[in-house]
């Protein structure tokens, strides 16, 4: 990885305040060299959840890891603030792993749509992801419309869920620094038990930062578990009994239900004479923010890196982890702080030249010279690539039979009822004689 220390984010985005981000040619050296769609499959770093989940005769304990897994699905994302490359239309990426296999394809172009579809014995894993890159002057916010759905056929369930919000602050000064805040709702379509958590903004002090948390909830709105931990690190699972025991004893200590908003005036003035920055209430700094900053965000000291973590253990007794993250890497500073599993994701394995499809993001040629650290080659790549897809574009138009994806088709999802890209199938067949040419 190249340091990007004498890079300013700032001076290329500064005429792009409240665009949406898409349209918008970002320097190489702010890229890592994976392609969307590779970011995509990271989410199933950590499948043998959805495995685990399937062999579990009880619903509740399948919800239990399929939540697990859409929480574990987003810890790659930690510390990683490099920006994938924008998938060409019609690139496509495949990975077949520990008894699973997925396909992805973009199959939009404006606006970027990339769909994909993971399959092994045990369950079905597909979505369609749009994200919104949405700048707001000292930060950037990411929505990620679109859904994932998970299928259980042993059971004839379907779960399905929409990914959090992200942010990433200090866009103008200090160090880049991104959190995943809102509810996500996992539903059991069959069931109807939900998974209800939220994903918190880090808060004051950052005391909250990372921290996830939420109940298991049936048809009735019975609440069954409660799941608590950090998407960067753990998820954990306790009875509701044990949960309200911990919580009643509020006041001895605090519990992961404390919210910011309890910093006491006193404190708030303490801090103040210290001077290691303005520290204002709570209602007086969410106004604050909400001025030029998308994100809700109460910073004490603002735009500074989140200083401390957890201040306090939430081990709840009688609890259960059910996800735990694997460590990074020992070079993965070096390396974009790539996981392990993202930095195998360009790998040529032996007998793929002549296997893999044609616009598999391993032959993409800017993120290959990126990735063996040839800069100028790779933004000289990066830019004949994105001028062959417009002229490619100019060619169609007018044509009729415009562009339609290879693998993937406009549907409505049978579940969320919801517009969806649905694996039309084939691609496994390998037959690849009439792809075109992107790269
Ligand atoms: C987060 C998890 C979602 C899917 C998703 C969509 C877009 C991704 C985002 C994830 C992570 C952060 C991300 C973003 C696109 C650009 C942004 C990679 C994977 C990076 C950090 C922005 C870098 C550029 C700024 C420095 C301007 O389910």
């Known amino acids: 990885m190249f340091s990007r220390n004498d890079f300013s984010l700032w001076s290329v985005l500064k005429n792009c305040i409240g665009k949406e981000l898409s349209k918008i040619t970002m ?19 950590y499948a043998h959840l959805l495995r685990k989940a399937s062999e579990e005769s009880d619903p509740i304990a399948r919800m239990q890891y399929v939540a697990a897994f859409a929480v ?6 930690w510390e990683r603030l490099g920006k994938p490359f924008n998938p060409l239309l019609g690139e496509t990426y495949e990975l077949e792993r520990d008894g ?23 369950f079905i894993f597909h979505g369609s992801i749009h994200p919104k890159l949405k700048f707001w002057g000292k930060s950037v916010e990411i929505q990620p419309k679109g859904q994932v759905t998970v299928e259980l056929p042993r059971w004839g369930e379907a779960y399905s869920w929409t990914n959090v919000n992200c942010c990433v602050h200090n866009i103008i000064v200090g160090k880049l620094w991104m959190e995943q805040y809102g509810t996500m709702e996992v539903v059991n379509h069959a069931s109807g038990h939900r998974a209800i958590l939220t994903f918190k903004p880090a808060g004051w002090f950052s005391k909250d930062l990372h921290r996830v948390e939420g109940f298991i909830i049936d048809r009735h709105k019975k609440k069954l578990h409660f799941l608590y931990g950090k998407w960067t690190e753990f998820i954990r699972c306790t009875d509701v009994g044990s949960y309200e025991e911990r919580d009643g004893e509020k ?18 003035a303490k801090l103040n004479s210290l001077k290691v920055g303005p520290f204002k209430s709570n209602s007086q700094s969410g106004s604050n923010n ?13 735009g500074d890196l989140p200083k401390c973590d957890s201040t306090y253990s939430i081990d709840i007794p009688n609890s259960s982890t059910l996800w735990e993250a694997d460590p990074r890497p020992e070079n993965t500073a070096e390396y974009y702080q790539f996981t392990l599993f993202a930095m195998s994701l360009n790998e040529m394995e032996d007998g793929m030249p002549e296997k893999l499809c044609p616009t598999d993001c391993r032959l993409r040629p800017d993120i290959r010279k990126l990735e063996e650290g040839d800069i100028d080659g790779a933004a000289a790549e990066k830019t004949r690539l994105e001028e062959k897809q417009r002229d490619a574009r100019k060619a169609r138009k007018g044509k009729k039979g ?38």
């Open 27 to 45: 320097p190489v050296i702010f890229n890592e060299p994976l392609s969307f769609l590779q970011r995509m499959v990271e989410y199933m770093e």
């Open 402 to 439: 415009d562009w339609s994806p290879k693998w993937f088709a406009h549907g409505m999802n049978p579940y969320t009822k919801e517009e969806d890209w649905l694996y039309s199938g084939g691609y496994w067949d390998r037959d690849f004689g009439h792809i075109p040419d992107i790269f």
């Open 72 to 77: 574990s699905a987003l810890a790659s994302n």
């Open 100 to 122: 699973y296999r997925v396909i992805c394809e973009q199959v939009s172009h404006h606006p970027p749509v990339s769909a994909f579809h993971a399959e092994s014995k045990d």
């Open 290 to 302: 909400s001025v030029d900053d998308g994100c809700p965000i109460p910073e004490p000291g603002d």
């Open 251 to 268: 006041g001895k200590g605090p519990t992961p239900t404390d919210s910011p908003s309890h910093t006491p005036k006193k404190v708030l």
